[in-house]
T-cell receptor, first 111, second 118 residues
């Protein structure tokens, strides 16, 4: 399982765009990159998943360079409610393979 | 879609009691379910992987006789903490996935169970 490295914490202000970068130098050919958000005392919530280039949904964008050794989660115009822990995971989820959570990034959004 | 329900959300019990936690996939068939444990201010730690109809695969260091996992149907997995002690107090979270070939579906998580052993 590819190991990931993320910043421990980030601070931002309401209305700003936040970019959280994740390093995964040992990503395998079949691995996808998935980001989850977790609030205190809740289970993680799926944000976005991608394999290469750029993926966008209603809440975030995921940028993946050609070498796939890193990825960046972009949250547009954050609000106070985006304060949470964000986890980057890399793995091949075919056949329901397991995921290994790293430490995650604590994002604090201030007013 | 892809809703996972976990019950109970919170339980307090005396030391020595066995506690069962249920994890249900409400709108999809989960061939694979996972059980995690999370201590305060720490990340999720995978305890075991269960596939419907077969024995669970436990991660290193997790006692299979202590944490009994049953995945009897495609929508239900249970975790039983047997003879629970205060050190078993933690936040337990389940997740479910389709687990099919050529399908890269993300895991979907329940809202967790806060277990407190007195």
């Amino acid at each position: 399982l590819a190991k990931t490295t993320q910043p421990i914490s980030m601070d931002s202000y309401e209305g700003q765009e936040v970019n959280i970068t994740c390093s995964h130098n040992n990503i395998a050919t079949n691995d996808y990159i998935t980001w989850y958000q977790q609030f205190p005392s809740q289970g993680p919530r799926f944000i976005i998943q991608g394999y290469k280039t750029k993926v966008t949904n209603e809440v975030a964008s995921l940028f993946i360079p050609a070498d796939r050794k890193s990825s960046t989660l972009s949250l547009p115009r954050v609000s106070l409610s985006d304060t949470a822990v964000y986890y980057c995971l890399v793995g091949d989820m075919e056949y329901g393979n397991k995921l290994v959570f790293g430490a995650g990034t604590i994002l604090r959004v201030k007013s | 879609g892809a809703v996972v329900s976990q019950h109970p959300s919170w339980v307090i019990c005396k030391s020595g009691t066995s506690v069962k936690i249920e994890c249900r996939s409400l709108d999809f068939q989960a061939t694979t379910m996972f059980w995690y444990r999370q201590f305060p201010k720490q990340s999720l730690m995978l305890m075991a992987t269960s596939n419907e109809g077969s024995k669970a695969t436990y991660e290193q260091g997790v006692e299979k006789d202590k944490f009994l996992i049953n995945h009897a149907s495609l929508t239900l997995s249970t975790l039983t903490v047997t003879s629970a002690h205060p050190e078993d107090s933690s936040f337990y979270i389940c997740s479910a996935s389709f687990g099919q070939a050529h399908v890269n579906q993300p895991q979907h998580f329940g809202d967790g169970t806060r277990l407190s052993i007195l």
